[in-house]
């Protein structure tokens, strides 16, 4: 009986495609939360401690004092701003009645936790953001449908921004990043739907998103001139809509123009309103907006621009705006293809050259999270540019990067319908990559989170698109060659996957596959055979093949695919590394992953309340139930140690003497990579005038 309920309801949906596609997202949802709950209060990142009690420096409790004391000064409480965070991650304040009691003892050199009330801390402050992460899918589901006017690709963006494991990560920690991307893309596909639509609550919606964004993190006011820009483009890619109508062109110019300017002062009035110390400072609001490093000069430009564009329209109808797009349409086809070659030809290279271990450019003395801008501002331009794709290309599960390398390879081909999009997206990833070079930074995962939902969108519609014409058969013969180069592309990454885990990773390295990998030539090998195999199959058959399988299988195999990524690095999301990158490269280290792992160990050791515990990061002691020492200089004959933590990202040094033994008694490598590493190794006896330098503290055997 059970089994025919079943049997009809799932008929019932497959027979309405709207009830199908609104099932197949709940489930996309469930996966989310479902693996998002796990692991969700056992461990404390990076810089998280800092916006948690019990830090010395608790953020998100210091505004909300600040409020109620009427102290608006004070409001801005961090210079990122991470206002957001206090009205998100806030809420667990009015349930956390005591979150003192996390800290038991404070000695000033050792310290005392209690670990129950630190998991019930985490569990609390992150749960909002986990929440409003998993759930404003829904927003990005409707927003992409509205722009596509296709539900499959709405469909296959959301479920691609809810299984990315770098996503997922994101959304289990207390910091401004977390919120950050889902404002700012938020505000981003709202601008772009009322370009198309011209509806104001859209213009309202983006606006609102705006302010959150920028409340979220400073880096926002990129938006300010991205979406002049997107207005310009948009123009020039759907002017023949308006070709013979020059008037309805100049009222939509004047529209949009004056929209533009709504969007951003409404940003920046909620970004203010948000925090106060706005109003009190000025200052402090305008080098928050407008007067953010190096966005002064490109602000007023795009005010002067914009301005000449309003009095065009209204007074010579968009005349010389008119002339101007009809002299560069030109560029309608041109433009696109340079971008996305530029963006192809980079993430291509990237791979190659780290699959072939740096032998076509040897990159690897540059370390993934290099800080000191004037160290990375003396490297060639080329080589800074090609850095700052290293960690969205290895970063993104294989399935996505495929789907996006294939979108951009299409968009070259121009076999994209939804063109100003696609490529408005796209140029974002440019313009981003630039605007941080400039800025001197080599961004890691964490500072490049935007572009990841970004590359979901750009992939699902490509691939939407590419099957919805396969099914329909409107695949010409330049689509089926790009159908035939995608699935050149799948194997060569799987052929090198498999040379990686089976020759060079294993115990059984093969010398000769060794250095034949290793040269540009092997890899040149690999592309012209595996193009030369999928060409000699019969284009009917790929056409007969393809066409029978439908788009909820599609879905099906591309959500697996993802979630066989999230279940290989669970529970340590943020740190997901795809294996296209050997195993000894790092993108990101443990980012305080793995220190709830090393206090379990701790607390089972004999007379575990009893011992004293080194540690050179946050996120050990506060799962720790004995004495815990996160310091630089330590008097070990008042303090005895013994046992000490370490890891690659320590956020101290040892600067006293002291000596361990050789090999670790715990040793955890997130990812299965060498260097991303976590271990605990026992003190012993200090011989009498031992230097701090004078131990084996950097070796380990195991």
């Known amino acids: 009986m059970l089994q025919e309920k079943l049997a009809s309801f799932f008929v019932k949906i497959s027979q309405n495609e709207k009830v199908l596609v609104r099932?197949?997202?709940?489930?996309s949802i469930v996966v989310y939360f479902?693996?998002?709950?796990?692991?969700?209060?056992?461990?404390?990142?990076?810089?998280?401690?800092?916006?948690?009690p019990n830090s010395g420096s608790e953020r998100i409790q210091d505004y909300w004092k600040a409020i109620s004391k009427q102290d608006w000064k004070d409001t801005k409480i961090n210079d990122k701003p991470g206002i957001t965070l206090a009205y998100t991650s806030g809420i667990a304040m009015l349930f956390e009645k005591n979150p003192g009691g996390q800290l038991?003892?404070?000695?000033?050199?050792?310290?005392?936790?209690?670990?129950?009330?630190?998991?019930?801390?985490?569990?609390?402050?992150?749960?909002?953001?986990?929440?409003?992460?998993?759930?404003?899918?829904?927003?990005?589901?409707?927003i992409i449908r509205k722009i596509t006017n296709n539900p499959w690709m709405a469909l296959f963006s959301a479920m691609g921004i809810l299984l990315s494991p770098v996503l997922l990560g994101m959304s289990q920690i207390v910091n401004p990043d977390s919120l950050f991307w889902l404002f700012a893309s938020a505000s981003m596909f709202s601008f772009f739907a009322f370009l198309q639509h011209g509806q104001k609550?859209?213009?309202?919606?983006?606006?609102?998103?705006?302010?959150?964004?920028?409340?979220?993190?400073?880096?926002?006011?990129?938006?300010?001139?991205?979406?002049?820009?997107?207005?310009?483009?948009?123009?020039?890619f759907e002017f023949f809509r308006w070709d013979n109508r020059q008037?309805?062109?100049?009222?939509?110019?004047?529209?949009?123009?004056?929209?533009?300017?709504?969007?951003?002062?409404g940003g920046m009035l909620i970004f203010a309103i948000l925090m106060p110390a706005s109003f009190v400072e000025p200052k402090v609001f305008y080098e928050g907006t407008i007067g953010f490093p190096g966005m002064q000069p490109i602000?007023?430009?795009?005010?002067?621009?914009?301005?000449?564009?309003?009095?065009?329209?209204?007074?010579?109808?968009?005349?010389?705006?008119?002339?101007?797009i009809k002299r560069l349409k030109p560029l309608e086809e041109i433009l696109p293809k340079i971008v996305y070659a530029i963006l192809f030809g980079t993430v291509f290279f990237v791979l190659t050259n780290w699959l072939s271990r740096n032998s076509i450019i040897d990159l690897s003395g540059i370390p993934f999270n290099l800080k000191r801008s004037d160290l990375f501002s003396e490297l060639p331009y080329f080589k800074r540019f090609i850095m700052e794709f290293v960690p969205l290309t290895f970063a993104l599960t294989p399935v996505a990067l495929f789907m996006l390398m294939f979108a951009w390879f299409r968009g070259f081909l121009n076999q994209t319908k939804?063109?100003?999009?696609?490529f408005l997206l796209s140029i974002f990833f440019l313009i981003f990559i630039v605007a941080v070079i400039e800025q001197g930074l080599l961004i890691t995962v964490r500072y490049s989170i935007i572009l990841f939902p970004l590359s979901m969108i750009i992939g699902s519609i490509s691939l939407v698109e590419f099957f919805s014409d396969i099914r329909e058969k409107k695949l010409d013969a330049r689509g089926l060659k790009v159908f035939a180069f995608g699935f050149s592309l799948v194997l060569i990454l799987f052929t090198s996957l498999i040379i990686q885990q089976y020759f060079l990773n294993s115990i059984y390295k093969n010398a000769f596959v060794d250095r034949v990998y290793r040269s540009w030539y092997g890899i040149l090998f690999i592309l012209v055979a595996t193009i030369a195999l999928v060409f000699t199959l019969r284009k009917v058959a790929i056409r007969k093949k393809i066409a029978d399988v439908s788009m909820v299988w599609i879905f099906s195999l591309v959500a697996l695919l993802n979630i066989v990524s999230i279940s290989l690095i669970a529970p340590f999301y943020f740190s997901y590394t795809n294996n296209l990158l050997p195993k000894n490269y790092i993108i990101s280290g443990a980012w305080g992953y793995g220190g709830y792992e090393a206090a379990q160990y701790m607390n089972s050791l004999p007379e575990a309340k009893n011992l004293t515990l080194w540690v050179d990061a946050y996120g050990v002691c506060e799962f720790f139930v004995g004495k815990c020492i996160h310091k630089a200089k330590v008097d070990t004959q008042k303090y005895p140690i013994d046992y000490y933590f370490q890891s690659l990202q320590s956020t101290i040094a040892i600067n006293f003497?002291?000596?361990?033994e050789k090999n670790s008694v715990w040793r955890l490598e997130i990812d299965g990579r060498e260097k991303s590493f976590l271990k605990i190794r026992q003190s012993k006896p200090l011989i009498t005038g031992q230097s701090v330098q004078g131990d084996a503290s950097s070796v380990d055997d195991n």
């Open 418 to 422: 939804i063109k100003t999009f696609s």
């Open 299 to 324: 602000f007023w430009t795009v005010m002067i621009i914009n301005a000449i564009l309003i009095l065009d329209a209204r007074f010579f109808v968009s005349g010389g705006f008119v002339w101007l």
């Open 657 to 660: 003497p002291h000596a361990m």
């Open 34 to 52: 479902v693996f998002g709950f796990y692991h969700l209060a056992n461990f404390i990142s990076a810089d998280e401690h800092f916006w948690l």
């Open 104 to 142: 038991i003892s404070n000695g000033g050199t050792v310290k005392l936790f209690n670990p129950e009330i630190t998991k019930r801390i985490n569990f609390l402050y992150r749960l909002p953001i986990l929440l409003i992460s998993g759930f404003f899918s829904l927003f990005f589901f409707w």
């Open 201 to 236: 609550k859209l213009a309202i919606w983006s606006s609102i998103f705006l302010g959150l964004g920028l409340a979220s993190k400073y880096v926002s006011v990129i938006l300010f001139p991205f979406f002049f820009f997107m207005m310009v483009v948009y123009y020039f």
């Open 247 to 265: 008037k309805d062109f100049a009222k939509m110019v004047i529209r949009n123009s004056f929209s533009y300017l709504g969007v951003l002062f």
């Open 23 to 27: 099932f197949l997202l709940g489930i």
